[in-house]
């Protein structure tokens, strides 16, 4: 075996085992399951504030999955005539979709603050240009006052070179 194919079939081995196309519509193989799982609850906003922007992308797309999972396995039972008594998913999909409006809120407040902190730095960047100019004005004719009149040291140290 050469050194060129050794990586190449180690990446074929960890592609072949991962479920891919309509397989990830379903639940261990099933397109509905035989048995209630616990699943757990939705994300808070607390917890999705610290996270990461890529963290954040990471679990929009596996709670988009899951949704997509949810949606097939709902219109299954309708297509298989199965009573909403013995199948319902609603509890998980309330789950994804709150936690999936959670993730946008806490994508919102960011660009809100990014937005505000724009506008306190363009405010900074003029106040500071027009400070400069009016500032710059009044120290060269200070400067200029202070070089012709001979009153000290006093005087030069006002003058910035």
């Given at each position: 075996m050469s050194f060129f194919t050794r990586p190449i079939l180690n990446r074929i081995k960890q592609i072949a085992f991962r479920p891919r196309g309509v397989e990830e519509f379903?639940?261990?193989?099933?397109?509905l399951p035989?048995?209630?799982?616990?699943?757990?609850r939705a994300w808070r906003a607390s917890e999705l504030r610290v996270k990461s922007f890529d963290d954040l992308h990471k679990l929009w797309y596996v709670l988009l999955k899951e949704r997509n999972l949810l949606a097939t396995q709902k219109e299954?039972?309708?297509?298989?005539?199965v009573p909403k008594q013995?199948?319902?998913?609603k509890g998980r999909r309330a789950k994804c979709q709150?936690?999936?409006?959670?993730?946008?809120?806490?994508?919102?407040?960011?660009?809100?603050a990014?937005?505000?902190?724009?506008k306190l730095q363009r405010l900074a960047n003029t106040q500071e240009a027009t400070g400069s100019l009016s500032a710059g004005g009044s120290s060269?004719?200070?400067s200029v006052s202070?070089?012709?009149?001979?009153?000290?040291?006093?005087?030069?140290?006002n003058v910035v070179a």
């Open positions: 379903f639940e261990n193989g099933q397109s035989t048995e209630k799982s616990w699943t757990g299954e039972a309708l297509r298989n005539h013995y199948f319902s998913n709150k936690s999936m409006a959670r993730i946008k809120f806490v994508l919102n407040e960011r660009r809100l990014w937005v505000e902190a724009q060269s004719s200070s202070g070089s012709a009149s001979a009153a000290g040291p006093s005087s030069t140290s």
